[in-house]
């Protein structure tokens, strides 16, 4: 997502800045006269409502029904001191809308503290930079954040970059305080369990599943899981969403009465983040490739055999326990019973595969998904080959310290 202030151009020049960048969507407020102007341009990565907007802020809704919802405000302080408090009013005002973790980032044209002014000329209105060796710096952009914002995203970071065109430096806001993820970029979908009690979910997932006629078993389900997620997270936020909002609206004085334990709770993640890894020749490596092959190298290693000879006597010594009607049975093809049976075994909200369904989704659902996933299951199984879209897994490295 991309703030921009200060435009000086019209909509249709915004809109043509952001097909070039292939961006799904924006919102401008158009510049008065030859100054002015804002924008707010996202991906499609992010579903954005815009709540309001005027010549000095846009206020949106990041996620609205996601588990990461929070409020965003692109900000643009009056540059006249005189006017000066309407802007904080404003922050006031936009402040009281919305109970979500908060964050407001743009040009507040105002310093926090002297040291965040160097240089001989007194004027806070506005960033200078004068030509010759007498140059005044003024810091005035920033992010300011709620706690719960800082509770709900502990190892964002913010970053001034170099300009060359102008005497402000752009704002890039991270979620984590390394540039590389040593996951999956982007929310991991999750099912959630509260779904189940609106009746057009089953619908959801009835309309998902048809169709991929004609495909084999392992590879039809895959494609039905994924359409599921993408068709539960948009009615997610066009029809369940709202539950999360009014939540999160009654649990306020709950969440500020967490709020000590909270930090110290994120506070100890921040220190069981994993930055690198160190392999056997004492290289430490930070890259996400490198540090996927040291894992890799590592259990490979732990579960290869070394070779071992001369159990031939000590198997002599061991009584057989399989008899031969358990050893046929045991050797005889799955059955769509034993599947239904390990389903029903498992906890409900446990284990949730690379897909995120939990087995909750399969015995809500069984009726609908169940006869391909049973296929599915038992292709594997009865032919001994598993492939990569099925078998992979999460694997959870936790720092011992």
Known sequence: MVFLMETKVDKDVIEKIRRKIQFADCHVVPRQNRGGGLALLWTDTNTVDVLSSFERHIDVVIDQGMD????????????????????????????????????????????????????????????????????TWIRLDRGVATIDWILRFPTSRSHHLDAFHSDHKPILLI????????????????????WLKDKTCEGVIKESWSGCLGLSPLSMVPIKLTSCQINLQRWNREVFGHVRLTLARKLKELTKAEEADLYRSNQRNKRNFILGFEDDNGVWTKDEGQIGELVEEYFSNLFSTSNSSGFDDILKGISPIIMEGMNTSLNSEYTAAEVAQALHQMAPLTAPSLDSMSPIFYKSFWHIVGDDVTNAVLAALNSGIIPDSISTTFISLIPKI
């Open 175 to 194: 979620s984590d305080s390394e540039t590389k993820r040593f996951y999956r970029k982007g929310r991991p979908f999750r099912f959630e369990a509260m």
């Open 68 to 135: 990461d919802v929070c409020q965003f405000t692109g900000f643009y302080g009056n540059t006249d001191t005189a006017n000066r408090e309407d802007s904080w009013s404003l922050l006031k005002t936009l402040s009281r809308r919305l109970t979500l973790p908060w964050i407001v980032l743009g040009d507040f044209n105002e310093i926090l503290r002297v040291e965040e002014k160097q240089g001989w000329l007194d004027r806070s209105e506005r960033q200078i930079r004068r030509p010759g060796t007498q140059n």
